[in-house]
Nanobody, 117 residues
Framework: QVQLVESGGGLVQAGGSLRLSCAAS???????MGWYRQAPGKEREFVAT??????????FYADSVKGRVTISRDNAKNTVVLQMNSLKPEDTAIYYC?????????WGQGTQVTVSS
């Protein structure tokens, strides 16, 4: 069973940076992985995805975060990282790590990101 554990969330002032990490059980480089977020009272929304190595490893970003975040893999450590810069209050949410294997999505427990104005 795939297990995903997020870390790196916290409280940061607007304009600051955070580095979120997703640690996964087993090797994950073959699969698409990404980050989603959910703010109180809102639906979970896509933030960024990095495709599996078999599919080219391309990255994709939501328009709301383009230019401010970078998703990357550290295959040796089985981790996916989301570097977030120039944070805005509207980035406040619980951030979830996602892995897609076939038509099945796996999720971590989430890590809270709070951006103060």
């Amino acid at each position: 069973q795939v297990q995903l554990v997020e870390s790196g969330g916290g409280l940061v002032q607007a304009g600051g940076s955070l580095r979120l990490s997703c640690a996964a059980s087993g090797r994950t480089f073959s699969y698409d992985m990404g980050w989603y977020r959910q703010a109180p009272g809102k639906e979970r929304e896509f933030v960024a995805t990095i495709r599996g190595s078999w599919n080219g490893g391309s990255t994709f970003y939501a328009d709301s975060v383009k230019g401010r975040v970078t998703i990357s893999r550290d295959n040796a450590k089985n981790t996916v990282v989301l570097q977030m810069n120039s944070l805005k209050p509207e980035d406040t949410a619980i951030y979830y790590c996602n892995l897609r294997r076939g038509n099945v999505d796996y999720w971590g427990q989430g890590t809270q990101v709070t951006v103060s104005s």
